[in-house]
């Protein structure tokens, strides 16, 4: 007898329909696993916005009208050479495929999307925002070749279009550079040499006034001195501009920056570098024949004692007797500050990240009040953004670094007025800390702290207090060698260091000023208390014979005054006395081979049930398999 298609087709149906209902139990089961889901961490290269740039050293920041940056930068992951920012420096991306080491950025003043770059042998400009680029006449002066380079360049916007100034310099004995200008209403494109004479020029920078004063400024070397000239357009070099002329003082690069009172005071601000820290910030008042101009010498490294000290930047806000100076050093990543145009000067109380040639701007628009931006160069160098005016400066793109391990994380309460995510990662090519923060899970990281600060040996620990209103932080690490602790009480912008009593390998927190540490000193597992953030450590209590590698409060710790700690070794300890003594909990816990780091945790009922837990890393091996205990105290 044949099947019937019908019953045969229904009883497919059937089995397909049982199968799926008997199918849904495991499918639900699946949809409502718990899953581990990934955080985005700083990345390397365009995916990555630039976060991470592995072997950048960046140069020639420069800022547009609109806010938008530019810069210099060689990091390996592209051929690329010009970087740009449209967000605050927060991401980078690649503009004009530009390949070029460049020697100087400027964007015109009026216009955004006017932006010129140099090279030692050439300029190139863009109209297009940095998309595309085209080349002036090359070869200005006979730069590049004969050991002779281009320096710097300045634009002008006139009533006929822009004009264009370089300067250059020959770096053989007895032979000079010069000071040419492009004038590009007029055709065909020509360099026209200004006539400086016999000097090396160092920069070259037009008037802010210079549509009433027509009024251009070099700082040049005769290879003895540091001289500072002026020209007025047709006519010739010192004809009216008398010179200032810093005595003793060989310049390699220089930089000029003008006041926004200049068209009234002829006063203005310059920066030199001689490569042997023997320059400084100098104060221009410029003078008209038969008057000398004057340069006096504003000592910016004074309130580190030292006399003079290479500037590789210059950037003023307000006027000449009242207004803000940054500078950025050459010979390290460090900025001055001056509120009262030069008169006292204080040091950044947290630097920007790398080694030397420290490039500063600052904000172009009310939008942009108190912000400053740097770049550097050397192990660790970035983009650094300070929201206070060049006091304090975080890492935000472009950081020469890359994460081999992330090594410790925090977080702020969950009911925290001050929310904040707090990561330590490790670099293993340099041996380098960085401390990471976020304030939600969509905000940009920003490097607060590094491992390449000025006596920073290593960092392994962050906690942040249990407070709910607090932005108090600690780091636990190394000093020049020696155990050391950092507190921070405004979410890690600014921080203290103090001492610590041991290597620390365990902290705790009871509160912003309330800490725990746990070492290892003497052959003893030391567990040290400090009320006062870590100022003192007054008590100190004993805890077997190994490292004390975890600590944990009590739930109603303020009430129950109980601690536990665990060390390397498969042992807890307990004290319900604040931690002046301890005494061993139950048995020691597995230990295979010389393995057996314990972690601990107080029930959330603990002041009712009295429980206790502990995992243990030891290996597991056929006759010991647990790895996660209980204990009941008492």
């Known amino acids: 007898m044949k099947n019937h298609p019908i019953k045969f087709f229904s009883s497919i149906l059937c089995f397909i329909i049982i199968f799926q209902i008997l199918l849904l139990p495991y499918q639900s089961i699946e949809a409502d696993a718990a899953r581990w889901s990934s955080e985005q961490i700083p990345a390397d290269g365009q995916l990555g916005k630039w976060v991470l740039a592995l072997g950048s ?25 010009l970087f740009k920012s449209i967000d605050n420096g927060v991401s980078w991306f690649t503009t004009g495929r530009v390949k070029d080491v460049i020697t100087d950025i400027t964007v015109c003043p009026q216009d955004s999307n006017t932006i010129y770059y140099a090279t030692a042998s050439k300029v190139c400009k863009s109209t297009d925002a940095g998309v595309t680029f085209t080349a002036l006449p090359l070869n200005p002066g006979g730069s590049g070749t004969g050991n002779v380079q281009i320096t710097s360049i300045d634009i002008v916007r006139t009533s006929t279009g822009n004009i264009v100034a370089l300067s250059t310099r020959d770096t053989d004995a007895g032979q000079f550079g010069g000071v040419y200008v492009l004038d590009e209403s007029l055709s065909p494109l020509t360099w026209v040499d200004t006539a400086i004479g016999n000097y090396d020029v160092l920069c070259v920078a037009f008037s802010p006034a210079y549509a009433n004063d027509k009024t251009l400024i070099a700082v040049t070397s005769n290879e003895v001195n540091t001289v500072i000239s002026g020209k007025i357009e047709g ?7 008398s010179d200032a002329t810093i005595a003793g003082v060989l310049p390699i690069s220089a930089v000029v920056s003008f006041p926004k009172d200049y068209v009234t005071t002829n006063t203005y601000f310059i920066g030199v570098n001689t490569g042997v820290n023997n320059g400084d910030v100098f104060r221009i008042d410029r003078s008209t024949l038969p008057t000398s101009s004057t340069a006096l010498n504003l ?13 590789n930047s210059l950037c003023i806000t307000g006027n000449s007797a009242g207004g803000t100076i940054i500078a ?17 000067w204080t040091g950044n109380q947290k630097p920007p990240s790398g080694q030397t040639q420290t490039c500063v701007v600052v904000g172009t628009n009310i939008l942009m009040q108190q912000m400053a931006f740097a770049v550097t160069m050397g192990i660790e160098s970035a983009f650094s953004v300070s929201l206070d005016g060049g006091i304090t400066w975080n890492q935000t793109a472009l950081i ?29 090519s340099n041996l380098k800390h960085s401390i990471w923060r976020r304030f939600n899970a969509t905000s940009p990281w920003q490097r607060i702290f590094n491992g390449n600060l000025p006596s920073v040996t290593a960092i392994n620990n962050v906690i942040c207090s249990p407070g709910n209103n607090s932005r108090t932080l600690y780091l636990a690490g190394e000093r020049d060698g020696s155990p050391a602790i950092w507190q921070s009480n405004d979410s890690g912008q600014t921080f203290v260091v103090r001492s610590a009593p041991c290597s620390i390998t365990s902290i705790i927190l009871a509160d912003d000023r309330t800490l725990y540490v746990g070492g290892f000193t003497s052959g003893k597992g030391m567990i040290y208390y400090s009320g006062d953030g870590g100022v003192t450590f007054p008590d100190t209590a004993e805890a077997g014979t190994r ?22 070794n498969g042992q807890v300890f307990w004290s319900n006395n604040r931690g002046v003594s301890f005494e061993q909990v139950g048995q020691q816990l597995p230990v295979a081979a010389g393995i057996g780091k314990v972690s601990l945790a107080f029930d959330r009922d603990y002041n009712v049930n009295k429980t206790i837990y502990a995992a243990t890393d030891a ?16």
Request: with cysteine.
């Open 547 to 568: 490292s004390i590698i975890s600590l944990s409060l009590s739930p109603s710790f303020v009430q129950d005054k109980t601690i536990i700690a665990g060390n390397n």
């Open 57 to 81: 050293d960046l140069q020639h920041l420069s800022i547009a009208p609109d806010g938008s940056l530019y810069c210099y930068a060689t990091p390996t992951g592209t051929t690329d050479t």
């Open 400 to 428: 020469d670094s890359k994460i081999s391990a992330i090594v410790d994380i925090a977080v702020t309460s969950v009911v925290s007025s001050y929310p904040g995510f707090f990561m330590i990662t490790f670099n293993n």
């Open 328 to 344: 950025g050093c050459a010979a390290s990543a460090k900025t001055y500050l001056s509120s009262d145009a030069g008169i006292t």
């Open 235 to 241: 006519t010739a070099w010192r004809a009216t501009i």
């Open 299 to 311: 000592n910016a490294g004074l309130v580190d004692s030292l006399s003079s000290i290479d500037i």
């Open 619 to 634: 290996k597991v091996t056929t006759a010991s398999k647990e790895r996660i205990f209980r204990f009941v105290i008492g």
